[in-house]
């Protein structure tokens, strides 16, 4: 498996723990407010083998207490597994960064004991979810039963949405909230513009509009936070 990216050291990506970050590419989906739209797409070229990353993981060991796999979308790898199993058996705690897509991958990681963590990204609420992901159509279903599959794992878990003042509203995080009803934590994280988001035209929420947002998500999740915002 090729690796697109790495970042050697984070204290932001892992909660609780010192990690890297390790970047997989492509995706089913092209949002478009995604910082890494170049792994989206295939444009970027891989940074190294996974061999390569193995030997890092190898050297790290000790001042590393976990790692981050993202992307992209690392549940399209069928390869996943195998590869979360060797950081597994170096001592290290993952945790999977996902967009729910593929619910037979997250069942099957979570029945090996593969991830020790899962943050799932919730793109908006299911009238508007295909549009806010960029493409024509969203099969729901996969979106639920990942849910699903994650709220009972027994494992640590979040939820999570990236708001945009032209994709989302308060009607919205309502119908966000519906589909995750009960869930233990949801985080809402305001958009930035970089030079890597697609598109342009796209902008911040004020922090009024992130307040009624947490408001309107607070009847159906027990802890919703803001996150990254003044």
């Given amino acids: 498996m090729k690796i697109y990216g790495l970042q050697k050291m984070t204290l932001?990506?892992?909660?609780?723990?010192?990690?890297?970050?390790?970047?997989?590419?492509?995706?089913?989906?092209?949002?478009?407010?995604?910082?890494n739209f170049e792994l989206a797409d295939g444009s970027a070229e891989p940074l190294m083998e996974e061999e390569e990353l193995f030997e890092f993981l190898r050297k790290r060991t000790g001042l590393l207490d976990g790692v981050a796999v993202t992307g992209g979308e690392p549940c399209l790898y069928r390869e996943l597994p195998g590869f979360l199993s060797r950081v597994k058996e170096m001592g290290f705690p993952v945790k999977l960064d996902t967009n729910g897509y593929h619910p037979a991958m997250i069942k099957e990681l979570l029945d090996r004991g593969l991830v020790d963590y899962i943050a799932m990204d919730i793109k908006n609420s299911e009238e508007k979810y295909a549009s806010t992901c960029g493409v024509d159509y969203v099969d729901m279903e996969l979106i639920k039963k990942s849910i699903e599959l994650i709220m009972n794992s027994g494992i640590s878990y979040e939820f999570r949405t990236t708001v945009v003042k032209e994709l989302h509203n308060v009607d919205d995080m309502a119908g966000i909230g519906m589909l995750i009803d009960g869930a233990e934590s949801f985080f809402i994280q305001n958009f930035t513009d970089r030079d890597t988001v697609p598109y342009g035209d796209l902008h911040p929420h004020e922090k009024a509009d992130l307040m009624a947002f947490k408001d309107a998500v607070k009847p159906f999740v027990k802890n919703v936070e803001l996150r990254g915002i003044d």
Wanted: charged content about 15%.
């Fill in 12 to 35: 932001l990506d892992y909660p609780e723990h010192v990690a890297c970050t390790v970047f997989l590419g492509g995706c089913d989906f092209r949002c478009p407010f995604c910082h």
